[in-house]
């Protein structure tokens, strides 16, 4: 993880150990059936293994051809399996080689090399399966490879047969003498998410070969008894950059209760289908090598009696692992290995479920680590160290990934039928829906020190409802919330005629999620407004609040009790309903009224504008879009599943398309892009270089744009830009700091603790910009208005009391900065410069990390409201 998140380490665990007969194999299509079928080749068994990659992976065509070459590719080779069954053969396209591979100066495999490499791994046997899981960001493939014995279409149906029973029906599955006998244990090994964290990617190359090889028994048991999952690497862009970031600048290693990019879809999509109950995500650079389970705080949605009895004991298996390889801190440079639950206070938690192997946990792993590999080779380390310092520190980090990696195959190993079980018992909780066990040294034998501190629970509620009608404040955000729920794999029902729950009547196409289901713990997660944890710890690793039921701008109803079950008509559905709407049709007459509360109605919008439709602007912030439009609308409400209401309002100003010069984070360009707007990436850099305004319509600015930086010229630019009636919108301390040193509104920001974060109640005051806005935000380093000037407009404040809902947010040392001093105070002021340059500042953090969608349309907005006419 780079900053801190445990690396998992082991030692080599050869064969040899478990007398487990060898069982016939099974497997079954069913979601495995959904991938593109392998192409099948004809060839039989290599005559050359595939050693490691190393430093002449890359360095020619010529070397990656010798390889093909050499493995037996294109002669006669073992018999393939075209009828679902294992192995499946999948012929990887050779990507260009790549000189400029940041992999290469360290050693290691870059990612061109990787398609010919599990190309002659698929060819050393019938074990190795390859399969072609998603692309990258920057449109690379992900090869996510299957190790285990041969499979016959029918033993690989009886094994997705049995793993949905184990998701669907836990209880019969506790009963299932098939599964304790039969069932092959998933496990799944995740790779290189952050691209600057090279090695797992190697010790898996070298893990698939030895296993792929391997003659004796124990390999043989091991593989009949389980299927390993690899993902070879989880972000080739990265991988190729030398960026801890995807092509598109995400961390993918906060993105999974987002799941706004590509590789984390993917990973999602392998913990469905896979169903792993063990899982391992390698990452570097913490030195001794870092291995969860992690300090408090822990997810309070968990089954964390099961999952700490695991994760630690297997934990202890990868430490041993890791010291038996007799690297020394004397030697070698290598402290010893650290498992945060154990050693450490606080500050490595496992509280938020955007981490991979916190994400885990909720798709059925009960042994879920983040591994930290423990010799820096990225950022500095990699531009000053010499080549062979690099290489060597590689090769430890590698070897300590592997050692990692094959003591969580000896755990799995000896501990299937434990795990399998124990997998059952998450699953048949929820579907029972009874209370979780509080973790103590009683109900967890076996892991010391256990304390009060350890304990977090919650009460699950009996259900939620996303209403429809008049219940529902924007029918588009519900169809997404439901969306993204079934994308996580929650079972959502769509009452089929109206219910009351809980003293309340709910309209038919209403949606209840029934918290009686094997996955109550990521629907949870969704749902659940969140805690606040801010008197629990003195900080924490990364966010503390993310609530999609408060943050995704629909409304959700949370039913505690309904004194029985629940009775209502209904059936499951695999996809909201269609919400898009026309008042009258294409066909109707009279102007139309679009809100733009949601960022699929500013998508609408735009599109319109582009189109050159004459949009005018309503009092409330909507938008009018004349009855001549009624085709495009009729078109779009169907694209974007917006409404387009029948109105007489005729507007007060005309709306135009609107150019944003953005400096900005990864997240908020992904937010402006998702609403439509053509966006021109900025900084200080780019404007010192020469910049053409009339390409924007105005400047947002949130980071890497510093005012006092820019160079006469710049600065000359810029001022008559704004002096030509665009305006400015900014965000955070890097759009107040441009506010104060341009000289532009007379708005004083105020700093809250830089650490804080989370879900916070806001108040609105309505008008453009946030007329029709939810009553909750999202801060991050929150930051709030005083001394507010003539003219300027709080449009928004925090809430009175405490407006933290969930998260983390603690006054600073000196006793402010916390919630109270930004209670009722302007989070988001708007007005007129001096100069008559608009301006909006936010104190909150509307696009953050592309997650809080229901809040997206205020700050989309505000650059309506602010753009040059």
Do not use: C
């Amino acid at each position: 993880m780079g900053i801190p998140r445990p690396v998992l380490l082991t030692t080599a665990v050869t064969a040899g150990a478990l007398l487990l007969a060898p069982l016939p194999a099974t497997a079954a299509p069913g979601r495995d059936a959904q991938r593109p079928h392998p192409v099948r080749e004809n060839g039989g068994p290599a005559a050359v293994a595939v050693t490691g990659a190393g430093a002449d992976a890359g360095k020619s065509s010529a070397a990656l051809t010798a390889l093909t070459a050499l493995t037996g590719l294109g002669t006669p080779g073992p018999a393939l399996r075209e009828d679902g069954g294992y192995p499946r053969r999948t012929v990887l396209d050779t990507p260009p080689e790549n000189p400029a591979d940041k992999s290469i100066k360290l050693g290691l495999a870059p990612y061109h090399s990787l398609a010919p490499r599990l190309n002659a791994l698929q060819k050393l046997g019938n074990r190795v399966s390859v399969e072609v899981a998603g692309r990258s960001a920057g449109g690379h493939e992900l090869y996510l490879v299957t190790v285990t014995a041969p499979e016959s279409a029918r033993e690989t149906r009886e094994q997705e047969r049995m793993r949905e029973l184990i998701e669907n029906s836990p209880a019969a599955a506790a009963k299932d003498r098939r599964i304790k006998s039969a069932y092959k244990t998933p496990v799944f090994i995740n790779n290189n998410i952050h691209g600057n964290e090279w090695e797992g990617t190697d010790a898996a190359l070298q893990l698939i070969e030895e296993l792929a090889k391997a003659k004796d028994g124990r390999t043989g048991d091991l593989l009949a008894r389980n299927r390993i999952y690899l993902n070879v690497t989880a972000n080739p862009d990265g991988r190729i950059a030398g960026t801890r970031a995807n092509g598109a600048g995400f961390d993918l290693n906060r993105d999974f209760i987002t799941g706004s990019q590509p590789e984390t879809r993917a990973v999602r999509q392998i913990a469905i289908d896979k169903q792993p109950a063990v899982m391992l995500d390698l990452h570097g650079y913490v030195n001794g090598t870092l291995i969860e389970p992690t300090t408090p705080p822990h997810g309070e949605n968990y089954e964390y009696d099961l999952f700490l009895k695991n994760t630690y004991a297997n934990a202890l298996g990868m430490e041993k692992a890791v010291n038996d390889l007799g690297y020394t801190s004397a030697k070698d440079g290598v402290e010893p290995p650290v498992i945060p639950f154990r050693d450490q206070q606080e500050g490595w938690d496992d509280w938020p479920p955007i981490f991979t192997p916190q994400y885990m946990a909720f798709q059925g792993a009960v042994a879920s680590h983040t591994v930290e590999i423990p010799m820096r080779v990225n950022n500095a380390s990699y531009d000053s160290l010499p080549v062979e310092e690099l290489r060597r520190r590689s090769a430890i980090n590698t070897d300590i990934a592997g050692a990692a990696m094959r003591a969580t195959l000896d755990y799995t190993y000896r501990h299937r039928a434990s795990l399998i079980a124990d997998q059952i018992e998450t699953f048949r909780r929820g579907v029972a829906g009874e209370a979780q066990r509080p973790v103590s040294e009683d109900t967890v034998p076996g892991v010391p020190g256990i304390g009060p501190e350890d304990v977090y629970t919650t009460t699950f509620p009996r259900a939620y409802v996303i209403p429809a009608g008049e219940g529902q404040r924007s029918a588009t955000a519900a169809a997404r919330l439901v969306d993204h729920l079934i994308a996580n794999d929650v079972r959502v029902e769509r009452a089929s005629a109206g219910f009351r729950l809980a003293g309340r009547s709910y309209p038919a196409g209403s949606y209840v999620v029934d918290m009686h289901q094997a996955k109550r713990g990521i629907a949870n997660v969704i749902l659940s407004e969140g805690r606040d944890i801010s008197a629990d710890v003195s900080t924490m690793y990364d966010i503390s609040g993310w609530s999609l039921g408060l943050l995704w701008g629909a409304s959700v109803d949370k039913v505690r009790d309904t004194g029985g079950g629940l009775r209502l008509h209904s059936r499951t559905v695999h996809a909201a309903a269609p919400t898009g709407s026309v008042a009258g049709g294409a066909r109707g007459h009279g102007d139309l009224r679009l809100r733009l509360d949601d960022p699929r109605e500013l998508t609408a919008l735009n599109s319109l504008l582009a189109r050159g439709v004459k949009v005018r602007r309503a009092a409330d912030g909507s938008a009018i879009v004349p009855s001549s439009a009624r085709r495009q609308a009729v078109e779009l409400a169907d694209r974007y599943g917006v409404v387009f209401a029948a109105t007489k309002e005729k507007g007060t100003g005309s709306l135009h398309r609107t150019r944003v010069a953005a400096a900005v984070t990864a997240g908020e360009l992904a937010g402006l892009r998702e609403m439509g707007f053509e966006v021109v990436p900025v900084s200080t850099a780019v404007l010192n270089a020469g910049f053409d305004w009339s390409a924007a319509d105005v400047l947002y600015v949130s980071s890497g744009l510093q005012y006092g930086s820019l160079t006469p010229a710049a600065r000359e630019s810029l001022d008559g830009f704004l002096a030509g009636g665009a305006g400015v919108v900014g965000l955070g301390s890097t759009g107040a700091s441009f506010n104060t040193a341009a000289g532009l509104l007379a708005a004083t920001p105020v700093a809250g603790n830089g650490d804080a974060n989370g879900v916070v109640r806001v108040v609105n005051a309505g008008g453009p910009i946030t007329g029709g806005a939810p009553a909750y935000s999202f801060v991050y380093s929150p930051r709030w208005f005083t001394g507010l000037g003539s003219g300027v407009r709080t449009e928004q404040s925090y809430g009175t009391g405490d407006p933290l809902v969930s998260g983390h947010w603690r006054a600073n040392g000196s006793g402010t900065g916390g919630p109270a001093d930004a209670a009722g105070k302007a989070s988001i002021v708007s007005g007129t410069s001096a100069q008559g340059t608009p301006v909006v500042l936010f104190g909150t953090e509307p696009l953050f990390r592309d997650h809080p969608k229901g809040v997206f349309a205020q700050l989309g907005r505000a650059l309506l409201a602010s753009a040059k006419r």
